[in-house]
């Protein structure tokens, strides 16, 4: 079935540093693509997205490509701050249509000064 | 607007009990799904209503059962408690136009004694 592998964290990096976190998606088709984050003690919140093949999502300074030839959906940050340590989770849908989701098992994000 | 609300926010039941979890959607929203997140893994899709009918159910035993309210608030119900219940519980909607986006509440945690 369709699904998604995020490289395991945690991922430590020091203030302004550049955040890559790597996902990778096994789907039949080309789905939506999506980047979720969630703050320590908090629910989900939709990060960005991308809906077809060599789209780009970006928000609050995030980047992701959608990438068929390496189905791949790597998330980017120029320059990280402390408020962005978090977990971040990238999810596609699951097959069979309707608004659910499978995710990735969260890649964790810790930023220093 | 408000965000998706859900309640309780922590709960603490014993082995065998049943329990029943709330949401709220988005003004609007007319769709509303349940996933569990175990401690440090990604959400698991449970169940998904629209207008009222399930469009979608997740691998979980009967033991879960859900429903959707006139006012298209939704219930999660679990009979039996085991310990593995243990988990944060999160209720997402979805409007209409853009259905494989998902809006997360905070989530009930659970904790099965």
């Known amino acids: 079935g369709d699904s998604v592998t995020q490289m395991e964290g945690p991922v430590t990096l020091s203030e302004e540093a550049f955040l890559t976190i790597n996902c990778t998606y096994t789907a039949t088709g080309y789905p939506s693509l999506f980047w979720y984050v969630q703050y320590p003690g908090e629910g989900l919140q939709l990060l960005l997205k991308?809906?077809?093949?060599?789209d780009k999502g970006s928000n609050k300074g995030f980047e992701a490509t959608y990438r068929k030839e390496t189905t791949s959906f790597h998330l980017e940050k120029g320059s990280v701050q402390v408020s962005d340590s978090a977990v971040y989770f990238c999810a596609l849908p699951l097959e069979g249509g309707g608004n659910k989701l499978t995710f990735g098992t969260g890649t964790q994000l810790k930023v220093e000064l | 607007d408000a965000g998706v609300t859900q309640s309780p926010t922590h709960l603490i039941k014993t082995r065998g009990q049943q329990v029943t979890l709330r949401c709220s959607p988005i003004s609007g929203h007319k769709s509303v799904s349940w996933y569990q997140q175990v401690l440090g893994q990604g959400p698991q899709f449970i169940f998904q209503?629209?207008?009222?009918?399930?469009?979608g159910r997740g691998n979980f035993p009967d033991r879960f059962s859900a429903r959707q309210f006139p006012n298209y608030s939704s219930e999660l119900n679990v009979n039996a408690l085991l310990l593995g219940d243990s988990a944060l519980y999160l209720c997402?909607?979805?409007?209409?136009?853009?259905?494989?986006?998902?809006?997360f509440g905070p989530g009930t945690r659970l904790t099965v004694t």
């Open positions: 991308a809906t077809k093949a060599d």
């Open positions: 209503y629209y207008e009222k009918e399930e469009r």
């Open positions: 997402a909607s979805s409007p209409p136009d853009r259905g494989r986006e998902q809006y």
